[in-house]
Nanobody, 124 residues
Framework: QVQLVESGGGLVQAGGSLRLSCSIS????????IGWFRQAPGKEREFVGL????????DYGDSVKGRFTISRDNAKNLVALQMNSLKLEDTAVYFC?????????????????WGQGTQVTVAS
């Protein structure tokens, strides 16, 4: 069993930056890749990116590539999502999730543990 808790959400101006954190507890001996997803009102949950357990491999959704960066500190059981050059369309609830080890990493079905989400609002 793994527990994930997101933090760091808030209100930011367009063009600004925000850093989200995902705190991992529970079965931290398991080497889970961690993904980030987001969900805007009335829309499906969207893949933002993923980092593998070592932190050396990352993958990003097309809409955030070049603006967002995922990193992790396994000593602190933390995964960070650094968001730069934020746009109005980045407004959403952001979730971190543990990859179950198989399946398409860009689909929610490939993740078996989820955090409760943190709201990010980008204002003009």
């Amino acid at each position: 069993q793994v527990q994930l808790v997101e933090s760091g959400g808030g209100l930011v101006q367009a063009g600004g930056s925000l850093r989200l954190s995902c705190s991992i507890s529970g079965s931290t001996n398991s080497k889970y890749p961690i993904g980030w997803f987001r969900q805007a009102p009335g829309k499906e949950r969207e893949f933002v990116g993923l980092v593998d357990w070592s932190g050396t491999y990352t993958d990003y959704g097309d809409s955030v590539k070049g603006r967002f960066t995922i990193s992790r500190d396994n000593a602190k059981n933390l995964v960070a999502l650094q968001m730069n050059s934020l746009k109005l369309e980045d407004t959403a609830v952001y979730f971190c999730a543990a990859f179950r080890g198989y399946g398409n990493i860009r689909t929610i079905a490939a993740y078996n543990y989820w955090g409760q989400g943190t709201q990010v609002t980008v204002a003009s």
